[in-house]
């Protein structure tokens, strides 16, 4: 494969790396040196629009940290959380599971309440819990969980968790940018999410949005130095630079993927555009007789869960490579509760591209003499 040509790029419908403009492209052809007045104002520029989309410019503050998603949940937990605290976590999919997996390996209190992976985590069962559960200080949540694509009703469980007088985290990797927040700065502790999902910039660099109490209160927790996000806040307080070397072409992309977060209409608009795409999406699989593991109440416009057919003839390695071949990617199922596979409607992708996506997959279909897309 020759990567010469951007045009011959494929198209990804996936939840992250995804599609990405050409001029976000562009905007990764320089060199900046990560102690130059101009990547320390690129740095400002970013971390203070992100306050702005969450909508807590006065209250919370925003700590860019390298690396995936999972690189800042991590850091998220790890810095915030205490010896002397208790986190439930709220968990109906892998990405809950994988903030189990944090707490283990990082020595934190925790206890776990569980949906499943089809079902959305239910706000009643949580006050329940918290009612029953005194020693609990905080609660985390994933707001989209991209194993199914199911959103949380985030809401509602923040107005339990605020209420209970518990603090509240969020992993918003696959929704932050898309799907509001909707909440008041008192409502939430901290948001953790990407550059590479609903903002359509690249992998490389997570952030995390931290009320300025918490941070300030919180070191000395972390017993990383990489992950330590008291540690990275203290040095952007202090001269505005980070504390080891930055992805700085990732950010030069991120800052412009921002500038056409922008001039889209901001939040509104992209959630508009994801949820054309994922009506495109549906509506095309469904008349091929695939059907979706979740009903439309509680799916996101984010990626979509197929159930596999019960065709003999349909071999899933089959229709993804056949699906490459044509320009366009998609995901393996995550699932424990049903054989599935996954298509994302994110990305700098259209409801024209989302259609030609469907005819190639009925085109597939019929190459591989699948007669229907229904599932055993």
């Known amino acids: 494969m020759t990567y010469s040509n951007i045009a011959s790029d494929p198209l990804l419908l996936t939840p992250g790396p995804l599609t990405t403009s050409v001029s976000v492209k562009r905007a990764m052809l320089h060199d900046l040196g990560s102690r130059d007045k101009t990547f320390i104002d690129l740095t400002e520029r970013i971390r203070l629009r992100l306050t702005s989309i969450a909508q807590v410019e006065d209250t919370h503050v925003c700590i860019p940290l390298?690396?995936?998603?999972?690189?800042?949940?991590?850091?998220?937990?790890?810095?915030?959380?205490?010896?002397?605290?208790?986190?439930?976590?709220?968990?109906?999919?892998?990405?809950?599971?994988?903030?189990?997996?944090?707490?283990?390996?990082?020595?934190?209190?925790?206890e776990v309440l569980e949906w499943p992976e089809n079902e959305p985590v239910d706000p009643v069962q949580v006050s329940l819990h918290l009612s029953e559960n005194e020693s609990i200080t905080h609660v985390v949540v994933v707001h989209c969980e991209t194993t199914t694509g199911i959103i949380n009703p985030l809401q509602e469980i923040a107005d339990v968790v605020a209420i209970s007088g518990r603090l509240l985290l969020?992993?918003?990797?696959?929704?932050?940018?898309?799907?509001?927040?909707?909440?008041a700065s008192d409502k939430f502790t901290a948001v953790a999410a990407s550059s590479n999902k609903c903002l359509q910039g690249l992998p490389g660099v997570g952030f995390c949005i931290v009320s300025k109490s918490a941070i300030q209160n919180a070191q000395g927790n972390s017993k990383s130095l990489v992950l330590d996000l008291h540690d990275q806040w203290k040095g952007f307080e202090l001269n505005k630079q980070w504390r080891f070397t930055p992805p700085t072409h990732v950010l030069l992309g991120f800052d412009q993927a921002l500038n056409e977060f922008d001039a889209e209409g901001g939040i509104n608009a992209r959630h508009k555009r994801y949820n054309e795409n994922c009506k495109v999406l549906v509506d095309g699989m469904r008349s091929m007789g695939f059907e979706t593991l979740l009903p439309d109440a509680v799916q996101a416009p984010i990626i979509v869960t197929f159930l596999m057919p019960a065709d003999p003839n349909f071999a899933f390695e089959k229709f993804y490579d056949e699906l490459a071949d044509r320009g366009y990617v998609i995901y393996p199922g995550k699932l424990t509760v049903a054989e599935t596979f996954r298509m994302g409607c994110i990305g700098d992708l259209n409801a024209s591209q989302i259609s030609a996506a469907v005819d190639c997959v009925r085109e597939v279909i019929e190459l591989m003499h699948v007669k229907s897309g229904a599932p055993s």
């Open 66 to 110: 390298q690396g995936s998603g999972t690189f800042v949940v991590e850091a998220m937990m790890s810095t915030l959380l205490a010896e002397a605290d208790k986190i439930l976590i709220l968990a109906n999919g892998a990405y809950g599971q994988r903030i189990v997996k944090i707490c283990a390996r990082h020595g934190i209190n925790h």
């Open 170 to 183: 969020i992993d918003s990797m696959s929704a932050f940018g898309a799907i509001p927040l909707g909440l």
